[in-house]
Nanobody
Framework: QVQLVESGGGLVQAGGSLRLSCVAS????????MAWFRQPPGKEREFVAH???????YYGDSVKGRFTISRDNAKNMVYLQMNSLKAEDTAVYYC?????????????WGQGTQVTVSS
């Protein structure tokens, strides 16, 4: 079992930045892939970013060049640095772990943290 807790969400103006954090507990963290997803209001959940345990990264098309995923295995943490935020980035952001299909299927999910970008 893996427990995931996100933090760092909030209200920010368009063009601003936020850094989301996710702490994992419950099993060996360093050997599993970690990811971020988001669900905008009234829309389906979408893939944002994934980092393998080896450090390979993948990004959704809508965030490439603006968002950066990173992780600190010693602290069991994964981060999402979000820059140049847009109103369309408004969503609940979820941390996910232990992928069976990168960008699509994960065994563990956090509860989410709200990010609101005002235009």
């Amino acid at each position: 079992q893996v427990q995931l807790v996100e933090s760092g969400g909030g209200l920010v103006q368009a063009g601003g930045s936020l850094r989301l954090s996710c702490v994992a507990s419950g099993r060996t963290f360093s050997r599993i892939g970690m990811a971020w997803f988001r669900q905008p209001p009234g829309k389906e959940r979408e893939f944002v970013a994934h980092m393998t345990w080896a450090g390979t990264v993948y990004y959704g098309d809508s965030v490439k060049g603006r968002f950066t995923i990173s992780r600190d295995n010693a602290k069991n943490m994964v981060y999402l640095q979000m820059n140049s935020l847009k109103a369309e980035d408004t969503a609940v952001y979820y941390c996910a772990a232990d992928s069976t299909v990168i960008g699509a299927r994960y065994n563990y999910w956090g509860q989410g943290t709200q990010v609101t970008v005002s235009s």
